[in-house]
């Protein structure tokens, strides 16, 4: 069939794309996925490798399954919060304002707790939950109690505009089962006979012609379409872009690859949140063999002894280490708005992702006084009575600069919240790779809506604004590109 658009990834932006633009039986939709549709359990990752800091190369967990990260997270579905969209905004982006995207929030969920408050979805497909209360385990209790007893706000509702300090973890599922797009808006939408979905096939690069879009070539095949909307997710859309012939002349040309265009804000702008943890060990009989990975999280006002700006977060996971071994509680400690940022560059027949931790003045600090905070909250009684000892790390430890910073160094992993690489920008940025109407500057008929759009960081974790902006740009094609705002 003539495809009107074409889709790379099936993740979980991707995934509410070709829904919502296969609802127009006139608009003809492919969805390309370089992963299978998931069968069952299995390992769906892309095997992707980041430099996380000093050198330091850890793997980068990214879903390569229809469903795309989504489908094999922790099925955490927290919003950034009003201050990221008002940034966003005042970049001289008002498509991207919150009252904007509010309204594309409430369109992805069904919140199942607050759909009754204006703010919130009673009808979207994506049901959104918490554990009550009564379920929450003996560690998250007390570490709950801990952090209001460090001066903080409980949440009832961590989605709420505004909402800081600590409260129960929003899920995408209904009872324990996993919620994805690939299950809330793909598998209703498969029926329809101007949607097609092919799996386990990759898009090797962008074809362009004329300075148009014209289609991929995917696993040898050029397949065409009238316009191309990526959605491959960060790293991956700035990487395909880079394939391409799209991104910094002199890197391309350097990597032996034909220059289409000129954007030297491809693959620059990365952001990622590093994360840490205090490991403790559960007292005998605290945390069930069946506990819930996580049932609390807190986005706290300020790190102690930095300005507020909603950066510090802290969630108790617990669950055997990936090792395995005895159940543990790990304390995980997140900077949501480091300074610092990554970037993603070819490098021979891949790519190297490096995300840049600790990079920028200041960065270290900010984690080493948030590691201090949460250790002084680890060590409230509420929470220290459900625990018999912490591991890796003691009380002279923390209490040392040199040591403290060296165990960051050792420890830092990231949290799974990268985003950029293709940011938007207004058109007098240089580094702006799309506008609010996610074109990409000078390739007629290409389009990205994804993660890596991100000009600004984001304090939560990212799976529900993926989402959002899966909606969000559907929308704007939908109405005629967003032309204005």
């Known amino acids: 069939m003539d495809v009107d658009h074409l889709i790379v990834g099936a993740g979980t932006a991707g995934c509410v794309l070709a829904a919502r633009l296969s609802e127009d039986p006139g608009r003809r939709v492919l969805l390309l996925e370089a992963g299978p549709d998931r069968t069952g359990d299995g390992a ?3 095997g992707l490798r980041a430099e996380v800091t000093g050198g330091r190369v850890e793997g980068l967990a990214r879903g390569k399954v229809v469903g795309g990260s989504a489908e094999v997270n922790g099925m ?19 498509a991207w304002a919150w009252d904007r995207v509010l309204e594309s929030y409430r369109r992805v969920e069904t919140d199942l707790q607050f759909g009754d408050r204006p703010y919130h979805g009673a009808d979207g497909p994506v049901p959104i939950t918490r554990d009550p209360v009564e379920r929450w385990i003996e ?21 709420a505009p505004g909402a800081s300090g600590i409260g129960p ?5 209904r009872g324990t089962a996993r919620m ?16 097609t979905v092919r799996t386990d096939l990759t898009v090797e690069r962008v074809v362009v012609r004329d300075g148009r879009a014209r289609g991929v070539l995917a696993g040898g095949e050029t397949i065409a379409a009238r316009e191309v909307i990526l959605a491959a997710g960060t790293p991956l859309t700035p990487a395909l872009l880079l394939r391409s012939g799209i991104g910094p002349a002199g890197e391309l040309r ?19 949140q590093p994360g840490a943890v205090i490991p403790c060990l559960p007292a005998p009989g605290t945390v069930p063999a069946d506990a819930p990975m996580t049932q609390v999280i807190a986005r706290l006002a300020a790190i102690p002894g930095h300005a507020e700006d909603e950066g510090f977060y802290l969630c108790p996971f617990a669950g055997p280490p990936p090792d395995g071994g005895p159940v543990l ?33 200041g960065d270290l600090a900010r984690m080493r006084d ?24 003691d009380a002279a430890v923390v209490a040392d600069d040199e040591r403290l910073d060296g165990l960051l160094r050792e420890m830092t992993f990231s949290r799974l919240a990268v985003l950029g690489g293709a940011a938007m920008g207004p058109d007098d940025d240089p580094e702006a790779v799309v506008g609010q109407d996610c074109r990409v500057r000078g390739v007629d008929g290409l389009r990205i809506a994804d993660l890596s759009i991100v000009p600004v960081p984001l304090r939560a974790p990212t799976a529900l604004d993926a989402m959002m902006i899966g909606e969000h740009a559907a929308a704007l094609i939908a109405a005629g590109a967003g032309r204005t705002p």
Do not use: K
Not at 84 to 94: E, I, K, Q, R, S
Not at 169 to 173: A, D, G, K, L, T
């Open 44 to 46: 769906y990752d892309c």
């Open 76 to 94: 955490g579905a927290v919003r950034a919060p009003v201050r990221d969209f008002a940034a966003w905004a005042g970049l001289g982006l008002p």
């Open 139 to 159: 560690p998250v209790r007390g570490l709950v109690e801990a952090v209001m007893a460090a001066g903080h706000p409980y949440q009832d509702d961590m989605n």
């Open 169 to 173: 973890y929003p899920h995408n599922r």
């Open 180 to 195: 994805s797009t690939a299950v809330t808006h793909l598998a209703p939408a498969r029926a329809r006979e101007n949607l």
């Open 254 to 272: 350097a990597a032996g690859v034909d220059v289409l265009a000129d954007l030297p804000g491809v693959g620059r702008r990365l952001y990622d």
């Open 329 to 361: 509680v790990a304390i995980m400690i997140g900077d949501l708005a480091p300074a610092s940022r990554g970037s993603v560059t070819l490098a021979g027949s891949g790519i190297r992702v490096d995300l840049g931790f600790y990079s920028a003045p």
């Open 370 to 393: 948030a590691y201090r905070h949460a250790w002084s909250i680890a060590g409230h009684d509420a929470f220290a009575r459900t625990v018999t000892g912490f591991a890796g790390v």
